[in-house]
């Protein structure tokens, strides 16, 4: 199944501390969200995505914020099954190709969406989704460009998800909101379930 029909939202994940990678992976995927992003934006991040790939087995967690070739080595070796960028180079594209596990390379414009069209690619994300344009954005790009789907991320919020999820190029959303830093930092896992379980439930 495409990486964009799993869940309605792929939680967005910033690890500060390594210890609350597993719990908090086991309630997002208890609430209902097994994508689980996890991004390269803090020292323990690899570390967080290796102990989330061998004692969550339930949870699908990719790497956020690959950015080089030696990103994409890096979050393979840490065991992402996903790869998620905030933009695309040509060397970066090449990587995430021959990494052979799915990806969404960040794209903006739709020159972007077209160069990797062009490459046979199809699902990206659109990144920073309210920031570039959001809704009236994604629907303009539906006309000229309806074969490629995205994931929306960047601004996206429980309060304006469904309206993306309702677009026909919009599979699924990515979202921060879902691991508050405050509920990591106590260990309130059961707010984190909670709020997965509110957006696994989300419809357009």
Do not use: H, Q
């Not at 990591?184 to 509110?198: M, P, T």
């Amino acid at each position: 199944m495409p990486l964009l029909d799993l869940a309605p939202v792929v939680p967005v994940v910033v690890v500060e501390d390594v210890d609350t990678a597993v719990p908090m992976a086991r309630a997002l995927v208890s609430g209902g969200l097994p994508v689980i992003e996890v991004t390269l934006r803090t020292a323990p991040a690899l570390e967080a995505i290796r102990r989330i790939a061998a004692e969550v087995p339930d949870a699908i967690v990719g790497a956020g914020t690959v950015r080089t070739p030696a990103d994409v080595a890096a979050s393979l070796d840490a065991g992402a099954k996903f790869l998620v960028s905030p933009g695309t180079s040509p060397a970066l594209v090449d990587a995430m190709v021959g990494s052979e596990i799915p990806f969404l390379p960040g794209v903006a414009t739709a020159t972007e969406v077209m160069t990797l069209a062009e490459r046979g690619i199809g699902e990206m994300k659109f990144f920073p989704a309210e920031p570039a344009g959001g809704l009236a954005y994604l629907k303009a790009l539906a006309g000229p460009l309806p074969e490629v789907r995205f994931c929306p991320t960047g601004g996206i919020r429980p309060e304006n998800a469904p309206a993306y999820l309702a677009l026909p190029n919009v599979g699924c959303v990515g979202g921060t909101w879902l691991t508050p830093a405050d509920a990591l930092a106590s260990g309130d896992y059961a707010r984190i379930e909670k709020l997965a379980a509110e957006a696994a439930a989300l419809k357009p």
